[in-house]
T-cell receptor, first 108, second 112 residues
């Protein structure tokens, strides 16, 4: 009930491409869904978050799509840049249950 | 800078010892979370406090304990340390549970 499944485990995209990371959750009581970016040796940094009353939220190059009926949400990074290369984590719920993480590499 | 301060940044200690990790949340934040991140692993939730009270507990070992003080800072105590406890320990804070949470830079614990 508390699990959050994230995929893919790793992702390689070309500069300018779209990076897509997916998460699925089980607990229908979850009402908060943030995405975090983490560079090696650093703390996770909040990127963008969504609540289940909307299906999409966009902030700059980052977009969250949310499908309440499927219990899934995804992060889209448009125009991916080498500086976006990092590990991305989805999370859910008020105590922040995290997915396993996705290692994104953006090639120049 | 997230505004969440964790001390110390690095800690090296021997097996069997006890250490205390400290977290100062962002000004105004009432909720504090603790996570453990082992090498190349995800973020494992340990425990959450809200305004001094324990709110949620994850898979926190009995050798580990935490508390949040009246000034809202929090401490994570790790005792009878084992080699497997070597990890990054992160603290995060938010105004309320389920709102924007910001992470500190972590404490890297090495048990030798």
């Amino acid at each position: 009930q508390q699990q959050v499944k994230q995929s893919p485990q790793s992702l390689i995209v070309q500069k300018g491409g779209i990076s897509i990371i997916n998460c699925a959750y089980e607990n229908t009581a979850f009402d908060y869904f943030p995405w975090y970016q983490q560079f090696p040796g650093k703390g996770p940094a909040l990127l963008i978050a969504i609540r289940p009353d909307v299906s999409e939220k966009k902030e700059g190059r980052f977009t969250i799509s949310f499908n309440k009926s499927a219990k899934q949400f995804s992060l889209h990074i448009m125009d991916s840049q080498p500086g976006d290369s990092a590990t991305y984590f989805c999370a859910a719920g008020s105590r922040l249950t995290f997915g396993e993480g996705t290692q994104l590499t953006v090639n120049p | 800078d997230s505004g969440v301060t964790q001390t110390p940044k690095h800690l090296i200690t021997a097996t069997g010892q006890r250490v205390t990790l400290r977290c100062s949340p962002r000004s105004g934040d009432l909720s504090v979370y603790w996570y453990q991140q082992s090498l190349d692993q995800g973020l494992q939730f340990l425990i959450q406090y809200y305004n001094g009270e324990e709110r949620a507990k994850g898979n926190i070992l009995e050798r580990f304990s935490a508390q949040q003080f009246p000034d809202l800072h929090s401490e994570l105590n790790l005792s009878s340390l084992e080699l497997g406890d070597s990890a990054l320990y992160f603290c995060a804070s938010s105004v309320n549970p389920g709102t924007e949470a910001f992470f500190g830079q972590g404490t890297r614990l090495t048990v030798v």
